[in-house]
Structures are given as C-alpha cells and as structure tokens.
C-alpha cells in the first residue's frame, strides 16, 4: 500500500494559448512553469487509457471518495494492464488528494478472471456486500494523455504530470470531452511542495479552475446531469410548446428544433425575435399580459429554468 498525492485541476477545453510570439499548447505552458521552478523535465510521452471502475449500483465507493479500477495502458512501446483501488486518507483541501493506493500489475490473460472477482474484492477492502457489485463496469473512462516527469532539482521529489482529455460512458450514454491537468506524487514528503505548487499553477495557467473530485466522480456528475437535461428539456421543450399553442398557430416540430439547442446565450434574440414574428404572423389580437408570459416562459427556458405554463 502506497501514498499517493495529487492535484487536480479542471479546464474549460484544449486550448491553444494565445498572448506569446507563437501560440503554446498547455502542455509547453506547463513545462516552463515548472522549469522556472527549479525542476528537470522528461520528454512528454502520448498515453491511451481506459479505466474501468467498478461500484455499486448506488455508487457507494464513489461516495467514500474511493476508486476501484482496472487500467488498461497503451504507449509507443505496448500495452500494460494494472488493478488499483483507492482510499481517502484523511481530509484534503481542494484539488489536493491525499489517498492510499494499492496497484498490482496484470496479465491479459487474467482480465476476465479480475472482472469477476472484483465484487470479492472490494467487498474485503471496503465492507461492501459483494452482491451488491457487478462485476461488469459502473463506468469506463477513455483518456488520451500527455505524460512527463519532473524531478525537483536538489530534492528526492519527483512529479508525474498529466494532462488528460477523457470521456466517461455508462452503457450507451457518453459524457462531453473533458480535460484535466494532474499532478502527482509518491514522494512522502511532497505534501508541503504540492501546495505550494497548486498556486503557481491557479496564478500562471489561464483558464484553470480546482476540482475537488476525481475522474470517477466528475464523470458520473456529468453523466447524471446530462441524463436530467435531457429529460428536462424534452419536458420544458413539450410545456412551452403547449403554451404559445394558445396564441399561434404554429409547427410542433419547427419550434423543439430550434429550442432543443437555445440554450445557448447568443440564441436568445433569435428565438424571442422569432416568437414576436409568429404572433404578428398570426393577425390575432393577444393581450399584453399574454405575450409577456410567453416571453417570459421563453426567456426562462433559454436560461435553463423551468417555464412557467400557465
């Protein structure tokens, strides 16, 4: 059982850098922040990752704040394949985790034997039933990574640096594209240093914000989130329908195609514009209060409330 200490922060998407001669990719911007802090850098190396995680239905591990997984790595040399489970160790600040972690090196050969015990598993380590763990994934994260090692200079501390672009899927369900710049170390005594370096990295890198979940968790977020928008729309989108069906005459289809993507700031003007020109269209005489519910339900939905049908 090892000690693991990570950062972990968020990016709104891959971003080329702007603002320098030539455009940097963030991988280059975080190279020179830790060069100018004193550490020697390896050369980045492009990883493919897929993780499968496995918990229980009501994602009890993930509650815990702990992982279990298998990793599967492919690099310009092959494939490896390793099991890894995860314990919080303690409270941690935002974007600084402090775990346990035990990883032990597979086989291909065994991967379908270490599905089917996992429940078994993690039953022992965590005091989870078994049943209530399938040995088929909660959830498979691919991630393409960019990889280096930099070593402080003087010190016994080394940091395996990543920067990651995964999506997490459920079954048929896929999340958005995310990134993700990770820090970690192994060194016991990186703690203090980490912390330190979390700053460096909030003041130098744009577009950077610190998450307090680990890959496992923010994916299931985001599943979980896209799954209520989706009906959430579908739900509001059929409402507001019904409610400018009292006042105009107009095509079901044509109005959910251009809401279901207006949520979207810069579609506002055009979808209120194009409410104003239905009812003048119309020829009918709606009263004020009528065409400023509407409005108004409109105006709700694009910013991602709930209308108001009435």
């Given amino acids: 059982m090892g000690k693991e200490n990570e950062l972990k922060f968020g990016l709104e998407r891959q971003v080329r850098l702007s603002g320098t001669p030539s455009d940097e990719s963030l991988c280059d911007l975080v190279r020179k922040l830790l060069e100018f802090g004193r550490h020697e850098l390896t050369d980045p190396i492009p990883l493919t990752i897929t993780d499968e995680y496995f918990d229980t239905a009501q994602d009890t591990l993930r509650g815990m704040g702990a ?6 790595i492919a690099n310009p040399d092959g494939k490896t394949l390793e099991q890894t489970f995860k314990s919080p160790k303690g409270m941690s600040k935002p974007a600084e985790f402090v775990r346990d972690e035990d990883t032990v090196p597979m086989v291909f050969a065994d991967l379908d034997t270490k599905r089917r015990t996992m429940p078994v598993e993690i039953s022992s380590r965590f005091g989870i039933s078994a049943s209530d763990v399938s040995h088929e994934p909660r959830l498979v994260i691919t991630n393409h990574r960019e990889q280096f090692i930099a070593s402080l200079i003087g010190e016994d501390v080394a940091y395996e640096v990543s920067l990651d672009a995964y999506t997490g899927r459920y079954g048929e369900t896929e999340t958005a594209k995310l990134y993700e710049l990770e820090i970690e170390s192994k060194s016991g005594d990186a703690e203090e240093e980490l912390s330190e370096l979390k700053f ?6 744009p577009k950077i914000t610190v998450l307090s979940e680990n890959k496992y968790q ?18 509001e989108t059929l409402a507001l329908i019904e409610l400018l069906r009292k006042y105009v005459e107009l095509d079901r289809e044509e109005l959910a195609d251009i809401l279901k993507d207006a949520r979207h700031p810069s579609f506002k003007s055009r979808v209120t514009q194009w409410i104003l020109g239905r009812f003048a269209e119309s020829g009918k005489i709606v009263q004020k209060e009528g065409t400023v519910s509407v409005l108004k339900a409109v105006i709700n939905y694009l910013n991602g409330d709930n209308p108001s049908v009435g």
């Fill in 67 to 72: 992982t279990a997984r298998i990793r599967t």
């Fill in 200 to 205: 460096a990295v909030l003041r130098w890198i």
């Fill in 218 to 235: 923010r994916a299931l977020r985001m599943l979980d989130s896209t799954s209520r928008s989706n009906t959430e729309i579908n739900e």
